[in-house]
């Protein structure tokens, strides 16, 4: 098993057609120890739950600072190490740049970037200490081909900064072998377009995918697996795609 003896927390892994939730799936049949944050401790629980015995699940709303590091402490306390983090949490919205609000641009960009940052403040100091640490951060093909899929062009700036941020984070924790790589999704056939994907659209997006399809959620899961395990031990920084060749670049 690759992650036998492992720790790994995962946010946003509450949401019952998820990549979060596929991801943890994923990672617990490969012998991990896995925390499922998100917003609503019932969620949280019952997700781990579904995992089967000896997972946790924790409220923690990542653009909070506090709750990340709360959930940090309660996962050191119970297993006493963390040897992965899936930074999955994110919401999109489909607003064009000349409607977007302060608002709109406010929570995409605390859900998807400031909480991928308080996460791994989060952890990191505990990898440190360990001299070991595996940290994966959902970005996005909208990042790399500017947007035009379904979120909007302050969704596209959020998970373009995902990708800065652990480029430069992965400089600044290699030494400490800290690796910290992103995966950006085409479009996954999960709940984050809430209904608003129409058979139209998803005809028409689906010519332009040369593998003839959209993702599921597992397409994401083997990706995250691949990068928290040892598998993937030389890689840091990289972005890995994961979107049936939509944009091969
Ligand atoms: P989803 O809506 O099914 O799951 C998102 C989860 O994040 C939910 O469980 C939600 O409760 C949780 N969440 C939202 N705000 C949170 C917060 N502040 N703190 C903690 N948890 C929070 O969406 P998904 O499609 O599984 O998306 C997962 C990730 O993949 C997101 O970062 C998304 O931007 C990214 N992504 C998705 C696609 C896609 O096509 N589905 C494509 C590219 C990238």
């Given at each position: 098993?690759?992650?036998?003896?492992?720790?790994v927390?995962?946010?946003?892994?509450?949401?019952?057609?998820?990549?979060?939730?596929?991801?943890?799936?994923?990672l617990?049949?490969q012998?991990a120890?896995?925390?499922?944050?998100?917003?609503?401790?019932?969620?949280?629980?019952?997700?781990?739950a579904?995992?089967?015995e000896g997972?946790?699940?924790?409220?923690?709303?990542?653009t909070?600072k506090?709750a990340?590091?709360?959930a940090a402490?309660a996962?050191?306390?119970k297993?006493?190490?963390?040897d992965?983090?899936?930074?999955n949490a994110?919401?999109?919205?489909?607003?064009?740049?000349?409607?977007?609000?302060?608002?709109?641009f406010d929570?995409?960009?605390?859900?998807?970037?400031?909480?991928?940052l308080?996460?791994s403040?989060?952890?990191?100091?505990v990898?440190k200490e360990?001299?070991?640490g595996?940290?994966?951060?959902?970005s996005?093909?909208?990042?790399?081909?500017?947007?035009?899929?379904?979120?909007?062009?302050?969704y596209?700036?959020?998970k373009?900064?995902?990708?800065?941020?652990?480029?430069?984070?992965?400089?600044e924790f290699?030494?400490?072998?800290?690796?910290?790589?992103?995966i950006?999704p085409?479009?996954?056939?999960?709940d984050?377009?809430g209904?608003?994907l129409?058979?139209?659209?998803?005809?028409?997006?689906i010519?332009?995918?040369?593998?003839?399809?959209?993702?599921?959620?597992?397409?994401?899961?083997?990706a995250?697996?691949?990068?928290?395990?040892?598998?993937?031990?030389?890689?840091?920084?990289?972005?890995l795609?994961?979107?049936?060749?939509?944009?091969?670049?």
């Open positions: 098993m690759l992650l036998e003896n492992k720790v927390m995962v946010t946003g892994a509450a949401s019952p057609r998820g990549i979060g939730k596929a991801t943890a799936k994923a617990a049949a012998g120890r896995v925390v499922i944050l998100d917003l609503r401790e019932e969620d949280a629980k019952s997700a781990a579904d995992l089967g997972h946790l699940g924790l409220a923690c709303d990542v909070d506090a990340c590091l709360s402490r996962t050191l306390e297993y006493g190490q963390i992965g983090l899936i930074n994110g919401i999109t919205q489909p607003v064009r740049t000349l409607d977007i609000t302060a608002e709109n929570a995409i960009v605390d859900v998807n970037l400031r909480g991928t308080y996460m403040q989060a952890v990191i100091p990898m360990q001299k070991r595996s940290i994966v951060c959902m996005s093909v909208s990042a790399q081909r500017g947007g035009g899929i379904f979120g909007g062009p302050h596209s700036a959020a373009a900064g995902v990708l800065g941020l652990a480029r430069a984070m992965a400089r290699g030494p400490d072998n800290i690796r910290i790589n992103s950006t085409g479009l996954i056939q999960t984050i377009t209904g608003k129409t058979p139209e659209m998803r005809a028409d997006i010519k332009g995918i040369p593998l003839s399809r959209l993702g599921d959620a597992v397409d994401v899961a083997n995250c697996l691949f990068l928290v395990s040892d598998l993937s031990a030389y890689l840091t920084g990289i972005t795609d994961v979107n049936g060749g939509m944009l091969i670049h």
